[in-house]
């Protein structure tokens, strides 16, 4: 049994090899622009804290400390993976689709680079809708919150885990379509199967969205509302590559012969 596994175990170490070695060579690329990246992650906060608070943004940035002397460079390599895992994403997928491609047909095997583009780009377009659309609403709303009690104060260290959690979230919540058209090529789901879920899928959504998101309800709202939405299309996907047969109405004669 061993030997017939060992196969497969050596080309996943393989692929993992190349997934890793992607993310370390773009961790490299990225750390040489930490700066930037740092400025564009820290960008929803400070708009948020100029906005709401109706400061400038020099004095929104002196709202944002560190507490640790080593805390700025360990920030510095958490954006730079972050940016490097980002960066290596298509080659991860590809070497995800590889690994699976030789139990696939061969007309499978050439959906390899729409599954490939497909799934970046949905998890761009996650990731950007948790930057442009949630992270405003969420910070704008926590600050003012808080803001008439106390005096804000945000450490950059969990800052940046709280900013790269939305995002990832949101890039993998984003991924259900893709997903289920990887499923419906396979023939393993069809649009009847999908829309007899739907009620549980709302359940899991929300499970799910609990999970990926931080502890806070407006969080969770802001993505399992798109998710449902994301579920319907995932439908509409699914239907057109592997719809489910019709059900042909009972003849009279049918009837006759359960009757009989």
């Known amino acids: 049994m061993f030997d017939d596994l060992r196969p497969h175990l050596v080309e996943l ?10 993310v370390i060579l773009m961790f490299f690329v990225m750390w040489s622009f930490h700066d930037a990246l740092l400025s564009w ?14 400061i400038s943004r020099k004095a929104a ?8 002397l080593s805390e700025a460079f360990f920030v510095a390599m958490k954006v730079s993976f972050f940016a490097g895992l980002l960066a290596a994403l298509p080659v991860i997928l590809s070497q995800i689709w590889l690994f699976i491609a030789p139990g696939l047909y061969a007309n499978e095997k050439k959906m390899m680079i729409p599954i490939v583009v497909g ?30 009690s106390f005096v804000p104060m945000y450490n950059i260290g969990e800052y940046v885990d709280f900013f790269t ?7 993998l ?28 899928a709302i359940v899991l959504i929300f499970i799910l969205a609990a999970i990926l998101t931080p502890p806070d309800v407006l969080s969770q709202l802001l993505m399992a509302v798109p998710l ?4 319907g299309i995932s439908i509409l996907i699914v239907a057109a590559v592997n719809p489910a047969p019709k059900e042909e109405p009972e003849t009279l004669e049918d009837e006759e012969e359960t009757i009989d």
């Open 119 to 148: 799934g970046t780009g949905m998890f761009l377009i996650g990731a950007a809708f948790a930057y442009y659309f949630v992270t405003p609403l969420g910070f704008a709303f926590f600050i003012e919150f808080g803001s008439a």
């Open 173 to 200: 919540a984003f991924e259900l379509p893709v997903f289920c058209y990887f499923l419906a090529l396979m023939g393993l789901i069809d649009d009847r199967m999908m829309k007899g879920f739907f009620r549980y």
């Open 13 to 22: 170490r393989k692929r993992l090899g190349i997934s890793v070695a992607a």
């Open 61 to 68: 940035m002196g709202m944002i400390v560190t507490r640790e």
């Open 41 to 54: 992650i820290t960008q929803p906060l400070i708009d948020a804290l100029a906005t709401t608070a109706k």
């Open 228 to 231: 449902i939405i994301l579920y």
């Open 165 to 171: 959690k939305i995002l990832f979230g949101f890039g």
